[in-house]
T-cell receptor, first 112, second 113 residues
């Protein structure tokens, strides 16, 4: 059974601080990794994807991938109240079939 | 450029009735995925379809559930003889092809009374 694990939280971070969200996955051969944000009652929206080891930055967001440790993280710099949401980590275990396996999500609350 | 369109947004059914959920992918996308989300839980994969073909239905319950994506028209997820445990949000997502990220619709929220 291929799995994606996340700490469900809730994670509370003061406004302006860095929020760090973590995710581990079970299949060492996994190729692509995604972070989605989901506001309560809404659909998931893609924030970032990463395919290669290392860091990938996009504005206030940085995705970090370590395939040897089977670990992917999302950093949110200068956290804003509007960042309060559930963050879903997703992994594509089979390249060429984009079925994504999702973690249960981490609920993030930014405290003003 | 319309996104992934799902309807109905909300559907109420009594136990034993049928539910039909529809999904039109983004323009140019030929791959459709259905996911189910229970309250306070993550997204669970159900089925992956391309036009006229089911590619992966490993997450679909063996009974009462079926999905199709015909040559013309939207993809349809059909749930027969619904039970209370079927109450959930059903999300459809589309992608342009292999190794592409998924774009989600707003979801259809099914309530079974």
């Amino acid at each position: 059974q291929k799995e994606v694990e996340q700490n469900s939280g809730p994670l509370s971070v003061p406004e302006g601080a860095i929020a760090s969200l973590n995710c581990t996955y079970s299949d060492r051969g996994s190729q692509s990794f995604f972070w989605y944000r989901q506001y309560s009652g809404k659909s998931p929206e893609l924030i970032m994807f990463i395919y290669s080891n290392g860091d990938k930055e996009d504005g206030r967001f940085t995705a970090q991938l370590n395939k040897a440790s089977q670990y992917v993280s999302l950093l949110i710099r200068d956290s804003q109240p509007s960042d309060s949401a559930t963050y879903l980590c997703a992994v594509n275990f089979n390249f060429g079939n984009e079925k994504l396996t999702f973690g249960t999500g981490t609920r993030l609350t930014i405290i003003p | 450029n319309a996104g992934v369109m799902q309807n109905p947004r909300h559907l109420v059914r009594r136990r034993g009735q049928e539910a039909r959920l529809r999904c039109s992918p983004m323009k140019g996308h030929s791959h459709v995925y259905w996911y189910r989300q229970l309250p306070e839980e993550g997204l669970k994969f159900m089925v992956y379809l391309q036009k006229e073909n089911i590619i992966d239905e490993s997450g679909m319950p063996k009974e009462r559930f079926s999905a199709e994506f015909p040559k013309e028209g939207p993809s349809i997820l059909r749930i027969q003889q619904v039970v209370r445990g079927d109450s959930a949000a059903y999300f459809c997502a589309s992608s342009p092809g292999p190794a592409g990220e998924l774009f989600f619709g707003e979801g259809s929220r099914l309530t079974v009374l």
